[in-house]
């Protein structure tokens, strides 16, 4: 798995890519960027390529005119015009789902099937919240990376520590019963995190109705109802919106990341399920 930079007719982008067969498009979550590989999990290499762009605003990638999910979506496809991809799977996750929603709502041709896992599809957090408060400061550009210092500091010297303290923000399951294999599937892409100037930028972010309601590939939409990070109310305004689309509820120990846990498996399965049909 290698990162490179490329420039695009619409701007310089950074991305990673590896694997052989059907190109699937990651738009990954806040905080990550083109080194995620947690959703990559069950994928075989001689059956897909993955393809992983660090957002605008995360790793490499520069924010610039590339703001909203339109303008980052048109970023994506100008990617897959320098790959000669004509067409991918696209796997929105997150905070990236508002740009997923928004590639496959205007550039329907180049989108085989669509993806929303755990993600956002209406604006997310509003300015009298607590949490969009916090995250104005926690993730501010000056500020973001003492925060994840410190999280990487502690995430090696105290591992289960970390873990325990992050799952409730990924999950309401009470009393979970976390493994070891958790703790270091967790601690593996903590460490890989950066929010930049993407995540900021995230909090302004969103997708009106009419954009949902233009989608028309196959759309799997797969969300934790203890998802305590984007409320499971976002999976149903997406699954109610997008036309034929396919809701897969989930009820797993790590709500939001369901890559991780004894119960992953399943989550895992479903979504290869819906893209093998």
Partial sequence: MSNQLIKTKSGVIEYSSYG????????????????????????????????????????????????????????????????NIEQVIVYGISAGGLT????????????HKLILASAVSKRWLHKEDKTYKIAQVMFAPGFQQFTWGMVRLFSTLLPRLIAKSFLPQFSKKTDPDVQNSDIKELNQALRKYSSGKGFV???????????????????LVIHSEYDNSVPFEHAVHSSKSIKGSVL???KNEWGHLFWIGKDSNESIKRTLSFIEK
């Fill in 100 to 111: 997923a929603i928004e590639l496959a709502a205007s550039y329907p041709a180049r989108v």
């Fill in 201 to 219: 930028n995230d909090l302004e972010q969103t997708v009106d109705d009419k954009t949902l309601k233009k989608i028309e590939c196959p759309t």
């Fill in 248 to 250: 897969e509820s989930l």
């Fill in 20 to 83: 052989t067969g059907q190109a699937v498009l990651f738009i990954h979550g806040g905080h990550s960027n083109s080194r995620e590989k947690l959703s990559h999990k069950g994928f075989e290499l001689k059956k897909y390529r993955l393809i992983t762009p660090s957002r605008p605003g995360y790793g490499q990638t520069p924010l610039n005119n590339h703001r909203t999910p339109r303008e980052t979506a048109a970023l994506f496809v100008g990617l897959l015009d320098e790959l």
